[in-house]
């Protein structure tokens, strides 16, 4: 029997696969190719090999131990999460249509990789592997694609902060540095590298801004959910790689400190058919969604709490949430250009979902929001009227659970929702939740320097 693994080496046997990669690596002089993988975290892992062994391994693949995935990370008792030990290694075969030289550095290319059990495990050989959060989503497209004659097409809005000598914002009290071209001249040589890098890898850059102390947004234009997803993991080792450059420090940290402005990643999607977004019908000017994009909203805002594990998925995301004025979502709605709220539909017949972080996996955040979106069409889930004003200091609908507002409530919210961990799988929603519990658990267990300010004189 042919297995998905099979299938892939075939695929970069096939004559032709590699013409495109060795055109660009006699180009530029390629020495060494990154074979990268992306784990439950969002943490960029693989091998480097030496560009001549590209061929051979392009169809053989490279073996990691299992735990990769979970950044070979153990609990708190000691157990090696993802299989232990002795887990099998897992088999990692490149994508080459991803194939890219690093313009910082044209001796090194990179290849996204999907990851497989090895050919040798009994019964599961060759098989895709259940927790490679990148494949998994990459499948459930394809999938929804068959079924539904839909491309979900998705654009991202990472903002992150920069920290170092003179990069500090400066403007008038109470007011704030948010759109002050003269802090983006101040960080022209970020913006400058940072965009010069990525229209190199193939993006479209459209826009920036700058919002806070030392946070500065670029935007790429939208395309299918994959590339962006792929886009997003690529623009943060771009800006890792700028940070260097300049020797300064780059985060990705959802709130980097109390009053400051939390680094978001908002969503913006959109469904497609024959090159028609179904969102919005033709000849219709004013706001509006159609039928089946109200839909897809209401299983969206349906899922909403079960998904912001995954939309905010560290200890730190939910600071976000408790900073008043921040302009993040209080609650599970959503409205006609209402910024206030969690999904915003905009001008361009597009939805914002708001509650996804600089630190979200974007594999798993995209899978999970097409799951909603599958379940709002398939059972016609309806997303409530839109909300009118702002969403702060207003109650909720009814018909949607409330936002979580720590990682401990998020956790258990996607847990209770069966439908999200039955979309994802149950090997990759269990690995998920182990992480996560752990490190959840790991925070409850250590004391802050709140803590210590608070309690340490304050008695008798």
């Not at 887990?87 to 090194?108: G, I, Q």
């Not at 234009?221 to 450059?245: G, H, N, P």
Request: glycine fraction near 10%; charge should be negative.
């Amino acid at each position: 029997m042919t297995t998905d693994l099979d299938q892939h080496r075939e695929l970069n046997a096939a004559p032709g696969a590699l013409d495109a990669a060795r055109a660009a690596i006699a180009q530029h002089g390629v020495k060494y190719v990154y074979f990268q993988a992306v784990t439950v975290t969002g943490r960029v892992v693989g091998k480097v090999v030496p560009v001549q062994q590209l061929e051979r391994l392009a169809v053989r693949g490279v073996q990691q131990h299992r735990t990769a995935v979970s950044n070979l990370q153990a609990t708190r008792e000691g157990h090696l999460m993802g299989g232990g030990v002795e887990a099998a290694e897992y088999t990692a075969v490149p994508d080459l249509d991803t194939f890219a030289v690093l313009p910082w550095d044209s001796n090194v290319a990179r290849v996204f990789c999907r990851l497989y059990e090895p050919d040798h495990v009994p019964g599961i050989g060759g098989a895709a592997l259940a927790v490679d959060c990148r494949g998994v989503f990459r499948r459930m497209h394809e999938q929804f694609s068959a079924r539904t004659g839909l491309e979900l097409r998705t654009g991202t809005e990472p903002e992150m902060t920069w920290e170092g000598p003179g990069r500090e914002a400066v403007f008038r009290p109470e007011s704030s540095p948010a759109y002050h071209i003269e802090h983006l001249e101040k960080n022209r040589d970020i913006y400058d590298r940072v965009i010069t890098y990525a229209q190199a890898l193939g993006f479209e850059m459209v826009e920036g801004d700058y919002e806070d102390s030392g946070q500065i947004e670029l935007n790429w234009m939208f395309d299918r959910a994959e590339i962006t997803a792929d886009r997003l993991v690529t623009y943060r080792q771009i800006c890792k790689q700028v940070a260097r450059e300049l020797g300064i420090s780059a985060s990705f940290m959802p709130k980097p400190a109390t009053g400051m402005m939390g680094n978001g990643c908002h969503h913006n999607w959109s469904l497609w058919r024959d090159g028609q977004n179904i969102l919005v019908e033709e000849g219709v000017t004013e706001l509006h969604l159609s039928e089946q994009g109200k839909h897809a909203l209401g299983g969206l805002l349906s899922h909403s709490a079960g998904a912001m594990a995954v939309m905010g998925p560290t200890v730190n995301s939910y600071k976000r949430y408790w900073d008043a004025g921040q302009f993040a979502p209080s609650q599970i709605n959503w409205g006609l250009d209402n910024k206030t709220c969690t999904v915003r539909l905009s001008a361009n017949g597009r939805l914002e979902y708001k509650l996804p972080d600089a630190s979200v996996n974007p594999y798993l955040s995209h899978a999970v929001l097409l799951a909603a979106i599958d379940d709002g069409l398939k059972n016609a889930i309806d997303p409530g009227a839109p909300q009118v004003g702002s969403s702060y200091g207003t109650e909720g609908q009814a018909a949607f659970d409330p936002l979580p507002l720590t990682l401990g409530e998020a956790l258990a919210a996607f847990d209770r929702d069966s439908y999200l961990k039955e979309s994802l799988g149950s090997e990759l929603s269990d690995l998920y939740l182990e992480y996560k519990r752990d490190e959840w658990a790991r925070f409850c267990g250590t004391v802050t320097e709140w803590e210590r300010d608070t309690y340490w004189d304050d008695l008798p």
